[in-house]
């Protein structure tokens, strides 16, 4: 996959590189010079712009990138410029970083649905948000196992746990499912996306469906395994 991450800092720097040693292609891109030089050897490409400026922006190879995150968080005015510049362009997939519950109320409103907490979200685990297909979040456990959120595929859609077979032929446990509920935000507005709900303790006869999410714990790789079939 390709990324480009707008603002070098703490998280987007550790983002990078670790989208960069997992294999993927990097640009990172920051309007401080030491920050773009540190990163020159760290990422695939570095690049030193003001990206609050529209005729700098469209320097990136926006239309060939999968995924554009907006990391920025010293500056809340030039992290909204850019993003509404990039949502404005239309890139594949926008994703904003958050620095306080106004700024994150504004990027709902500008419909960015994909927003970064840094203070409560690591960039290891939205690397693999980023990189393991359905895949919302994930928690550590260890080295090998995980609790995982992700999308109810299509092909699983209408089944029930038992008839999948996660525990039988996979090892892995759904712990729960959740429901996506639709609430306003402080202007009225539908918060995007819509808050999960806790549906309790899944059972071998928990129906899932499209647009649900299950939490699931097990190792990595067996997850991983179930996910890409």
Known sequence: ???????????????????????????????????????????????????????????????????????????????????????????????????????????????????????????????RKLTTEGMIDSYELTDKYSIVEVRVPEKFAGKTIGEVGFNRDYNVIVLTILKNVKERNILGLFRKPAKPVIEGVATAQTMLYEGDVMVLYGHNDRISELLKE
């Open 1 to 127: 996959m390709k990324f480009i991450i707008i603002g070098l800092g703490n998280f987007g720097s550790s983002l990078a590189e670790k989208l960069t040693r997992m294999g993927h292609e990097v640009i990172g891109a920051d309007n401080k010079l030491e920050k773009v030089e540190s990163m020159k050897d760290k990422v695939t490409h570095a690049v030193c712009l003001d990206c609050k400026n529209q005729d700098s922006i469209k320097n990136l190879p926006l239309r060939n990138t999968d995924v554009v995150v907006v990391s920025i968080g010293e500056d809340e005015g030039a992290n909204l410029l850019t993003t509404a510049l990039l949502k404005k362009m239309g890139v594949p997939r926008l994703i904003s970083r958050s620095v306080s519950p106004i700024h994150e109320t504004i990027l709902e409103a500008m419909e960015v649905t994909e927003i970064v907490r840094p203070e409560e979200e690591t960039a290891e685990r939205w690397a």
